[in-house]
């Protein structure tokens, strides 16, 4: 049976993109070491405003995840999408699977593409990703947008997201379905009002985005980390937190203790009626919030 989202959604947001202005690329990090961009066809329109860098989570490609930012930002700003490693097109051959390494390596890409300065916007596991960048090249990521996210994962706050989901399931398992009933789990663990689809469509998705299991599994186990090791950098950046006030992962207490700790240079905006996927449930709410924000730098 054909995949729809090989022939139908994939071609069909590659379309898209190209009417909006953005293309893809494939970025050499090192040998062996491969990013694939969608980064603006032409660079001079926006020179005065900053880069836009929106970073997916843990459970699409960077297109499939930001579709709505991209038709919202795309002509206003120089907007530049990954995938991460492991997802979509990009891929390595080293061993690293931490998100300080992810974070290494869009650095580098977004150098090499020209990017002197972005505005990192990461849901979720990119959040963390754009934390990390943050904290290793502040040159380069001029603030730093958490959209249900924060700046580490640690065990306890796993453990009671598990928790809250109410599931068995460990945190990997969660997020490496293997069946359509494992799927809708996670989806509906993510989404406040998960809309209907049917299971034909979750087969086609598991297909697709659920590949490179092994090395995914050892990037989730290196997203979740010992309390002790859960320290808030000292950002030179500011930090905007935009978060949905039903999320299952990040709930908004944990969010509100990581603002206090970050201080005056932090703001925590939440988004009613959605989950962990607030941009994609929510995408006006969310796209007016953001853009008060890239407007205010």
Not at 283 to 293: C, G, T
Request: proline residues 5%; positive net charge.
């Amino acid at each position: 049976m054909v995949n729809l989202f090989v022939s139908f959604v994939n071609p069909l947001l590659s379309i898209l993109l190209k009417f909006y202005g953005l293309r893809a690329q494939k970025v050499e990090i090192e040998p062996g070491t491969i990013i694939l961009f969608w980064v603006p066809i032409i660079k001079t329109n926006h020179k005065k405003k900053p880069a836009l860098v929106l970073l997916h989570g843990f459970a699409g490609t960077g297109v499939l995840t930001w579709i709505f930012q991209v038709l919202a930002f795309a002509r206003k700003y120089p907007v530049y999408i990954p995938d991460l490693l492991f997802f979509g097109g990009s891929t390595t051959d080293r061993t690293e699977r931490t998100p300080e390494f992810q974070g290494e390596c869009l650095a580098k890409g977004l150098k090499l593409l020209g990017v002197e300065s972005c505005v990192v916007v990461g849901c979720s596991y990119g959040g963390i990703v754009g934390s990390k960048m943050a904290e290793l090249d502040p040159e380069l990521v001029k603030c730093l947008v958490l959209s249900n996210s924060d700046v580490g994962f640690p065990e306890s706050a796993c453990k009671r997201a598990l928790e809250t989901v109410g599931t068995k399931l460990s945190f990997v398992e969660l997020f490496l379905p293997q069946t359509v009933e494992g799927l809708k789990i996670l989806l509906s663990s993510a989404i406040h009002k998960t809309p209907w689809f049917p299971n034909w469509a979750y087969k086609h998705y598991l297909e697709v985005m659920f590949d490179h299991r092994k090395e995914k599994g050892e990037l989730l186990k290196a997203f979740v980390i010992k309390d002790v090791e859960y320290v808030i950098p000292n950002y030179s950046q500011k930090i905007y937190i935009l978060a949905g006030e039903k999320d299952n992962y990040f709930n908004l207490e944990s969010l509100q203790r990581t603002k206090s700790q970050l201080g005056e240079k932090a703001s925590l905006q939440s988004i009613k009626n959605a989950g962990h996927l607030a941009h994609l449930e929510r995408p006006f709410a969310y796209n007016r919030r953001l853009n008060k924000i890239l407007a205010s730098l």
